[in-house]
T-cell receptor
Framework: AQSVTQPDIHITVSEGASLELRCNYS??????LFWYVQSPGQGLQLLLK??????LVQGIKGFEAEFKRSQSSFNLRKPSVHWSDAAEYFC??????????????FGKGTKLSVKP | ETGVTQTPRHLVMGMTNKKSLKCEQH?????MYWYKQSAKKPLELMFV???????ENNSVPSRFSPECPNSSHLFLHLHTLQPEDSALYLC?????????????FGPGTRLTVL
């Protein structure tokens, strides 16, 4: 079955420290891959996406993610975290073809806290 | 207005009430979605409309009734809800067939059922 796993429910990092949020997926073929961020009481905002080509993708707010086909992973990274990055982060996969094209499967999310 | 808007932002209702959530997208997309987001659970896809036809209903109880009168508007009609239906309801839209699945989300409606 198709699924997305975000193994870390809650991560706390110090401001200025580096960050890596993990995402693993189970899918029949290479899917589209996304990272979204959600601030409290808000909807989801797209950080970045992978469709094809370069496996290292750059997003907004200084985030990047690397698609590793052999590991079925799409981990999100940021070299230096800012206090405003505290939020919940969701990894998602989507079908490229077929009847479910357009639908996304989301992980359970990782809540990021930032210490001053 | 730009992007995806949702009204109301907050709603408190009793179990016997009837209410509706509204979503409007200003992006020219051809697909719209309703999600339920509860604490400690992944986003649950409830309904998908593509070209104004419902193409997916993920075993959602009949007390939730969607309506898509045109490609820009999506409603979720609520009646005789249960306290466990309290959640954040998110609407999203996308352009299916454009070579990507990027969904654009509204800010959500925080629903509390008493």
């Amino acid at each position: 079955a198709q699924s997305v796993t975000q193994p870390d429910i809650h991560i706390t990092v110090s401001e200025g420290a580096s960050l890596e949020l993990r995402c693993n997926y189970s899918y029949g073929a290479t899917p589209y891959l996304f990272w979204y961020v959600q601030s409290p009481g808000q909807g989801l905002q797209l950080l970045l996406k992978y469709f094809s080509g370069d496996t290292l993708v750059q997003g907004i707010k200084g985030f990047e993610a690397e698609f590793k086909r052999s590991q079925s992973s799409f981990n999100l990274r940021k070299p230096s975290v800012h206090w405003s990055d505290a939020a919940e982060y969701f990894c998602a996969v989507g079908a490229r073809y077929g009847g479910s094209q357009g639908n996304l499967i989301f992980g359970k999310g990782t809540k990021l806290s930032v210490k001053p | 207005e730009t992007g995806v808007t949702q009204t109301p932002r907050h709603l408190v209702m009793g179990m016997t009430n009837k209410k509706s959530l509204k979503c409007e997208q200003h992006l020219g997309h051809n697909a719209m979605y309703w999600y339920k987001q509860s604490a400690k659970k992944p986003l649950e896809l409830m309904f998908v409309y593509s070209l104004e036809e419902r193409v997916e209903n993920n075993s959602v109880p009949s007390r939730f009734s969607p309506e898509c009168p045109n490609s820009s508007h999506l409603f979720l009609h609520l009646h005789t809800l249960q306290p466990e239906d309290s959640a954040l309801y998110l609407c999203a839209s996308s352009q299916v067939g454009a070579g990507n699945n990027e969904q654009f989300f509204g800010p959500g409606t925080r629903l509390t059922v008493l």
